[in-house]
């Protein structure tokens, strides 16, 4: 059985930063592209941002680049949302995913439960 958990969400105060970790069991990331998500209360689903199987491809979004880093540590077959500067547009449910290809990561194979950031001004 496939399941990603993620973990490390939290209150932060804005401007400051957190790590999110996404680690995964039924599966090797080193097989899979990982992605991360997020969504706030009555809005859409939101991409942040990915890395390739090879752990050194990165692709983000607009609103992601420059604040928010993507890494994986293959031995603990976890992959890590850094956030940095964090604002209050930030606040949403943080999900990982994976999928056995690059693209269109918002039908990836496997979805986390999410993790809740929440950011005080």
């Known amino acids: 059985q496939v399941q990603l958990v993620e973990s490390g969400g939290g209150l932060v105060q804005a401007g400051g930063s957190l790590r999110l970790s996404c680690a995964a069991s039924?599966?090797?990331?080193?097989?899979?592209?990982v992605g991360w998500f997020r969504q706030a209360p009555g809005k859409e689903r939101e991409f942040i941002g990915r890395i390739k199987w090879d752990g050194y491809s990165t692709a983000y979004a607009v609103s992601a680049k420059g604040r928010f880093i993507i890494f994986k540590d293959k031995a603990k077959n976890t992959v890590y949302l850094q956030m940095n500067s964090l604002s209050p547009a930030d606040p949403a449910v943080y999900y990982c995913a994976a999928k056995a290809a690059w693209t269109q990561m918002g039908e990836s194979d496997f979805w986390g439960q999410g993790t809740q950031v929440t950011v005080s001004s």
């Open positions: 039924g599966i090797t990331f080193s097989n899979f592209a």
